[in-house]
């Protein structure tokens, strides 16, 4: 009964995700984190109202926000907005926290949440601006007591081991590639160790690589998602210059993630108690491509590594890694 009211939430830049507990096994929502903004009309509305559409009325604007506007973007020919960018919220979105706010309540439904217990993801600090997501973290924080939530956040990276990492005693190394930035965490026996995020991940790929080969990024992330591989797979639906540039960018993802983690880590290295192998865990939508955690394996036994691995694994559910993480630290800590 208790259980229920406990919810883990991830915050990511391309999806929202909720997690809560139903007897043994643990549920999961997700929704696009993502909005069109239509001109305010009454009928508009109570169309809208009629098919169930979820939307809110914002300034005499009405946001259709979540999966839906997906499909509103394709009918009116735009480009979904995002409350986010890399990772925090977009401050070119003034209506961005309104739209997260609107999404999460969309997910948790309806009904008091007074004496609900919920745990949130937040960014790691990108390596060398610790001051970097505080605005952010703020700001959901907030956000989530008026909505009558009891609160705590928990780092992404933290959140991939509580999720994965049960077996070794919450020692290891945890990386969600998401879509706005990648999170690292090392954690020894539950407690982070080192923690940072980098700002490269799925849209830098779609990014550099739309502009490589000539695409908008939308097209490519579509494609990506659908046809790209790092095994050598040539699909045809998947033209040769773009999976190439594709290819390039993974390579710099994976490489400039190892790199980070080895500048990270380095004074790690004489640590006895850091001795032993870590299991690495590989979590998040841009770890999905087949052949990812092979080429990301190779690279790192290739590398100067200051900690030794004893395992490169993806998480069981990379899409439902974080919010598991944050149900987890929600039932466990709070
Ligand atoms: N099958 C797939 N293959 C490659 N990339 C994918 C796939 N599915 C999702 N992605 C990418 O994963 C990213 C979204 O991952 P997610 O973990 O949900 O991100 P965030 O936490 O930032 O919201 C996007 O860049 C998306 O294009
Ligand atoms: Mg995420």
Redesign the pocket.
């Known amino acids: 009964m208790e259980n229920r009211k406990r919810f883990g939430l991830?915050i990511?830049?391309?999806?929202i995700?909720l997690a809560h507990a139903s007897g043994d096994s643990f549920q999961f929502d997700s929704q696009l984190?993502a909005f069109v903004s239509l001109p305010f009309s009454k009928l508009t509305c109570s169309v809208l109202e009629k098919e169930g559409i979820p939307h809110s009325r914002v300034d005499g604007q009405i946001l259709v926000f979540g999966d839906a506007s997906e499909r509103f973007a394709d009918l009116l020919h735009t480009e979904t907005r995002r409350p986010m960018l890399e990772?925090t919220l977009n401050p070119s979105e003034p209506d961005g926290l309104a739209v997260v706010r609107a999404i999460v309540e969309l997910l948790a439904g309806p009904g008091d949440k007074t004496g609900c217990k919920l745990c949130y993801s937040v960014p790691a600090a990108p390596l060398g601006s610790p001051e970097g997501t505080k605005f952010h973290n703020a700001a959901l924080h907030q956000m989530l007591t008026e909505l009558g939530y009891e609160v705590r956040s928990l780092e992404e990276g933290l959140a991939v081991v509580f999720a994965e990492l049960a077996d070794s005693n919450y020692t290891g190394i945890g990386i969600?590639?998401?879509?706005?930035?990648s999170n690292v965490c090392l954690a020894y026996l539950s407690v982070p160790v080192v923690s940072f995020s980098l700002p490269r991940?799925?849209?830098h790929?779609?990014r550099g690589a739309a502009g490589a080969a000539g695409e908008v990024a939308t097209r490519v992330?579509v494609l990506?998602?659908?046809y790209?591989s790092l095994n050598g797979h040539a699909p045809e639906q998947l033209p040769a210059k773009l999976r190439q540039a594709l290819r390039v960018y993974y390579d710099d993802l994976i490489h400039s993630l190892i790199a980070a983690m080895q500048e990270a880590f380095e004074e790690q290295r004489a640590l006895p108690r850091l001795n032993r192998p870590l299991p690495l865990v590989l979590?998040?939508?841009?770890v999905?491509?087949p052949g990812f955690r092979e080429r990301f394996e190779q690279a790192l036994r290739a590398a100067d590594f200051p900690l030794r691995v004893s395992e490169v694994r993806l998480a069981s559910d990379?899409?439902h890694a974080?919010a598991k993480g944050a149900l987890v630290a929600a039932l466990a800590d709070m």
């Open positions: 991830d990511g830049t391309s999806r995700v984190n990772g969600s590639c998401g879509a706005g930035l991940a799925g849209d790929v779609d992330r990506k998602e659908q790209f979590a998040g939508g841009s999905l491509p990379p899409l974080t």
